[in-house]
């Protein structure tokens, strides 16, 4: 890994000479804008690099650069890779706060010791880790102050920038009704909640559109046409919603028996 920052870190009057290094990676296929009518790249001002001419959003497609030429991908085929994601935030368990480990923040940075920090280091680490606290920092990269939270991850101290105060929005603008709910309806809510309750292991989620999406390539190279499982999101009516949470409970339960 290559260190993207060098500096310290400290708490109280020790300090820790560190390297910072990006704790995650990207995951999203690299997808390249180009002119569908000859599937040249599409340069930053969406420029056609053959012709030197400037392209219309209208003539942008995206294309998977397959050895040395290109399968142009049109907007269904992104939804075609998996249909019910791109339409659905599915919540397939819940778990405790205190399960998820800090690593899965959307930006971590790992911190290796530099020459003469080891020991402080490790004191740092293994009180964090003994406490179960964080420690709330700041520090300037890239020209921009960021606040951020130092933890524990695997025995390596990690990093990860968060927001501060002014930069979130505020949620009053967002239209929230004050439709109201039955302590039934809540009552039984809450034993769907408590039957679809496990111990968190992020092992077993897995990116699976990439893999969906590189099928769609595949299939489209060898001129095959995808098939395509339908999906339509449905609100659920209030009236079915009673019957629709006892239902949902009753499918888990045998679920859970079977296995």
Known sequence: MRSIWNGSISFGLVTIPIKMYSGSQDRQL????????????????????????EVEWKDIVK???EDDSYIILEKEDFDQANMKKSKTIDIEEFIKEEDVADVLF??????????????SYNLLKNA????????????VMRAKENLSLVGVYKDALVLHVIRFADEIRD????????TK??????????????EYTEKFDFEKYK????????????SKTAGKKVKVEKFESKATPAKDLMAQLKASLDKKKK????S
């Open 181 to 194: 709910v039955s302590k039934k309806e809540v009552d039984m809510a809450k034993s769907l909640i408590e």
């Open 63 to 65: 294309g998977y650069k």
């Open 207 to 218: 990116d699976v559109y990439n893999d969906q999406l590189l099928k769609i390539i595949k």
């Open 106 to 119: 959307k930006k971590p940075y790992f911190l290796e010791p530099q020459k003469n920090g080891e020991k």
């Open 128 to 139: 964090l880790k003994d406490t179960g606290k964080l420690g709330v920092a700041t520090f």
């Open 171 to 178: 949620p009053s603008e967002l239209k929230i009704p004050d």
């Open 255 to 258: 679920k859970s028996k079977a």
């Open 30 to 53: 690299d997808l390249d804008m180009l002119d569908k009518r000859d599937h040249a790249r599409i340069r930053y001002k969406r420029v056609n690099e053959v012709t030197g001419k």
